[in-house]
């Protein structure tokens, strides 16, 4: 009942722990559902075709294998029956009537037996045969059944002159082996018709018709050429022959009777048919989806256990700083405690400075400003960001240089300068050369991020330097420069001041960057066009304003660029300027 309790406490609405929780278990959860379901999705196609694929290969390997015996027995049969020498010596037996003379024609004959069967060894039984004579067997080379008779022998098909039976049991004496058996007629002198036997070997049909093709139970089913099933393996079929026939295969029937059904079309004219069941089938897959089923599973209890962790970790964290801030209403002068969490002690170490700040400003204000009306209040509270960041800024140079961190120490020092010169109080005059020191400091701050990739090129008369300039008024348009006009390779920016005229400074920052069309020039010139605020978020319209605000008409901005080449700003202004100074 804890447990239950504890589990609604944790879920209760509108509270961040839920909001955490679920976003933590969403985040730790979409990504391997959607990679579960995207492989599933991948996997079960590509498993279900190489599965196809491996039984169809496997299939077609079987069923050549028959065509080939096939093939290899019609040859044989050739050979006894149109080969003259062998025709003859059978014509010869059958005419003789010397007892000398058809002994050596047997031996004759038994001879070629021999050959045939040592140069094809998928031939068994062989047999010369006269259907109108008492002794019907002539010749053999194995010894046949006393019943035997192919009248009852299965046709499977008729090919290049010879008939085809099987598969059935072997005419062979004392045995019951499956085999495929042929006739064709030998031609003779004889009225009577004469016919060569011929059988498969009887280990061939068990060989070829085997599941270890498959890696998997399988059933055979063989069609005749009248597209009669003639042959079953034996056990118990998982559908009856008779309810096969080869339309439902050649129309593309995949399932039939819960089994997966696979075709072969041989150009002999017969056909082979395998049946797989449906679980032998998805064997495999079942395997890989249970798999992927755990996976997921594991997943969904390691995210529950990891945003458990974070959750613990960060609400706890949030519910110190949350009771450092509710202390701050009754105890201002207590001290800030930290938790041991490097970024909420910075978090705790800040929100202590401006603590302190806050409770310096509020003795201030109550010793000083008792009288003040709440505006001036409000306005006095307004200024403790700027305070705060250079507070912050001040602690965090502090620590770097007790730390011996000199990088750091130089970033803060020069993040520091540019915030003074651009965010201070100063004068809004300036003189070149204080524009360039300035500018100088936010350059290096951009050598520390993009170190080789950016290169500065500063060109000004040193006669130059003593003139006013409106205060900030380079850093927008190198700004410009860095951001917008970054090239696939080193950018180079190079910065110029330079006397245009008897009575005009003309400054001049160029890119080698992609460039810009005509289109958006324009759109930049009459400030139609608005671009994401980066780095200080001025932009170029700031530096339209500052010539509109001090010096008017009398100066302009000009911008020309070449796409793939680059782009160049130019500020043209009068050499004097008439501006009182603010201290």
């Known amino acids: 009942m804890k447990i239950i309790n504890r589990i609604r406490q944790l879920f209760k609405r509108s509270t961040l722990r839920r909001t955490l929780v679920i976003y933590l278990l969403i985040a730790c959860l979409c990504p391997p559902a959607l990679l579960a379901g995207y492989t599933y999705s991948a996997m079960h196609s590509i498993l279900k075709h190489k599965i196809s694929a491996g039984i169809e290969a496997s299939l077609k390997q079987e069923a050549m294998g028959i065509e080939n015996l096939l093939s290899n027995m019609d040859f044989v049969s050739k050979q006894f029956a149109l080969d003259g020498q062998t025709a003859t010596r059978v014509n010869e037996y059958i005419q ?21 069967n040592f140069t094809n060894p998928n031939i068994g039984l062989m047999v010369y045969y006269h259907e109108n004579m008492e002794k019907s067997i ?20 008729r090919y290049n002159g010879t008939a085809y039976f099987g598969p059935h049991t072997t005419q062979y004496k004392n045995n019951e082996n499956i085999v495929f058996s042929s006739i064709r007629e030998v031609k003779t002198s004889s009225e009577n018709s004469i016919y060569i036997y011929l059988e498969s070997n009887y280990n061939m049909f068990r060989k070829m018709m085997n599941s270890n093709w498959y890696a998997m139970p399988v059933h055979h089913y063989l069609i005749s050429e009248q597209n009669e099933v003639i042959y079953a393996d034996v056990g118990d079929p998982p559908f009856a022959p008779e309810s096969l026939n080869w339309q439902m295969v050649d129309n593309g029937l995949e399932q039939l009777e819960g089994n997966y059904v696979f075709g072969y079309e041989s150009i002999q004219g017969w056909k082979l048919v395998i049946a797989v069941q449906k679980g032998e089938y998805n064997h495999e897959i079942n395997e890989w989806l249970w798999r992927m089923i755990a996976l997921v599973l594991g997943s969904l209890v390691l995210a529950f256990i990891i945003a458990m962790m974070i959750w613990r970790k960060v609400y706890g964290s949030l519910r110190r700083v949350n009771l450092e801030i509710v202390r701050m209403t009754g105890d201002r002068e207590a001290p800030v405690k930290n938790i041991g969490i490097e970024e909420f002690d910075s978090l705790l170490n800040n929100f202590g400075v401006m603590k302190r700040t806050v409770n310096e400003l509020i003795a201030e204000v109550s010793l000083n400003e008792r009288k003040k009306s709440q505006l001036e209040i409000e306005k006095l509270l307004s200024q403790i960001n700027p305070h705060f960041l250079h507070n ?96 696939d390779g080193t950018s180079l920016i190079s910065i110029s001041i330079i006397q245009n005229s008897d009575t005009t400074l003309k400054l001049e920052v160029r890119d080698n960057g992609p460039g810009v069309d005509e289109l958006t020039i324009q759109q930049i010139l009459e400030r139609r ?27 302009y901005l000009e911008i020309e660029s070449e796409i793939g080449v680059g782009t160049c700003l130019s500020v043209i202004i009068p050499l004097t300027l008439e501006e009182e100074r603010y201290d």
């Open 529 to 555: 066009y608005e671009s994401s605020s980066i780095g200080m978020g001025i932009g170029l319209s700031y530096v339209q304003r500052l010539l509109e605000r001090f010096y008017g008409d009398s100066s």
């Open 138 to 157: 002539l010749f053999n080379n194995l010894t046949v059944r006393d019943d035997f008779n192919i009248d009852n022998l299965p046709l499977f098909i």
């Open 96 to 116: 003789s009537e010397k007892l000398t003379e058809k002994a050596n024609l047997i031996q004759y004959i038994d001879d070629t037996f021999n050959v045939v």
């Open 392 to 487: 912050t800024l001040n602690t965090v140079q502090w620590i770097a240089r007790a730390n011996e961190q000199d990088d750091i120490d130089r970033i803060v020092t020069l993040l520091v300068k540019v915030l003074h010169y651009n965010m201070g109080k100063g004068s809004l005059i300036v003189t070149i050369s204080e524009e360039l020191a300035a500018l100088q400091n936010y350059i290096d701050l951009h050598y520390i991020r993009y170190e080789d990739e950016l290169q500065f090129v500063i060109d000004v008369d040193d006669r130059l330097k003593s003139i006013s300039v409106p205060r900030f008024l380079l850093q927008p348009m190198v700004e410009n420069a860095i951001y917008h006009g970054r090239s």
